[in-house]
């Protein structure tokens, strides 16, 4: 990104976000180019905030935002280098998840995009999810990663929208638990409070039924099968703060004193065992 485009980046947001005079449409064609730059400055303190408020403030039609919606969700964006053959690839991908987050939530808010478009995304979204490999939340080298954290803020969006019926929360909190159990990272970056607060929008849905949440809670345990010992203290890490944010997110509730008390039965007969 060349110095003046970051100057008007910064000039826009010691504004307040006011984009009179502005071309907003070129500006975010601009700014998707730019949606993983390796600069955390610029990456998050810039491309990212200025893009969501371009897309969150009602600046675009129906048509420009479902073009944006589907370039993010594209092979150059949300599935770019799935494969990790690009050092920092992921970081176009995760940033993508973002932005998505906010066209998901503009979705909600204004039904500005069609459902049949929310529909593909979610299909998509659930097909990303089942190939992504990075999930470190922060690097020195190039800051904020965090793909789980940013899968998780888009869950939650999903979870809340009128037309996620049972099955497709079946879907996603099959997936969150995938997510929790990743032995190959540890979760140091407040990703078990992202990932809750998408359970708990789903449970707040109340389409779940009690006899599934209580088998989906007995699966957070150490699988026998994952034998190599620092894969096997990452995994219990990460259902350990997974667990224990949810069990006091759900203590409290008399909807969810169930799940609580399981997950104290696992806490004790599993993981601090």
């Known amino acids: 990104m060349q110095q003046d485009m970051i100057d008007l980046l910064q000039k826009i947001k010691e504004n307040k976000f006011d984009f009179t005079e502005i071309d907003k449409l070129h500006l975010a064609t601009s700014l998707m180019d730019h949606i993983g730059d390796l600069r955390s400055e610029v990456r998050d303190e810039l491309v990212y905030v200025v893009l969501a408020h371009l897309f969150h403030d009602q600046h675009f039609n129906e048509e420009e935002l479902t073009q944006f919606l589907n370039q993010l969700k594209s092979d150059s964006y949300l599935f770019y280098d799935i494969n990790n053959k690009e050092p920092w690839s992921v970081l176009k991908r995760s940033f993508s998840l973002l932005q998505l987050v906010i066209l998901v939530y503009v979705h909600r808010r204004d039904h ?20 992504e490999t990075v999930f470190i939340g922060y690097d020195d080298r190039v800051g904020w990663v965090h793909a789980t954290a940013h899968s998780a803020d888009l869950l939650a969006q999903f979870v809340q929208l009128e037309t996620c019926d049972e099955k497709k929360l079946l879907i996603m909190f099959n997936q969150m638990l995938k997510l929790v159990k990743q032995r190959h990272v540890i979760y140091t970056h407040n990703e ?28 957070f345990t150490v699988d026998s099968e994952v034998i190599d010992q620092e894969q096997r203290l990452n995994l219990k890490h990460n259902i350990k703060q997974f667990l224990s944010t949810l069990y006091f997110s759900c203590q409290d509730n008399k909807l969810y004193v169930y799940i609580a008390d399981d997950i104290k039965t696992i806490m004790i007969n599993d993981i601090y065992k």
């Open 192 to 219: 078990d409070e992202r990932l809750v607060k998408a359970v708990k929008k789903g449970l707040d849905r109340q389409l779940l039924s009690e006899s599934f949440l209580t088998n989906w809670v007995k699966q």
């Open 112 to 131: 500005a995009i069609d459902v049949k478009e929310i529909d593909l995304l979610f299909d998509d979204f659930m097909n990303y999810l089942n190939q």
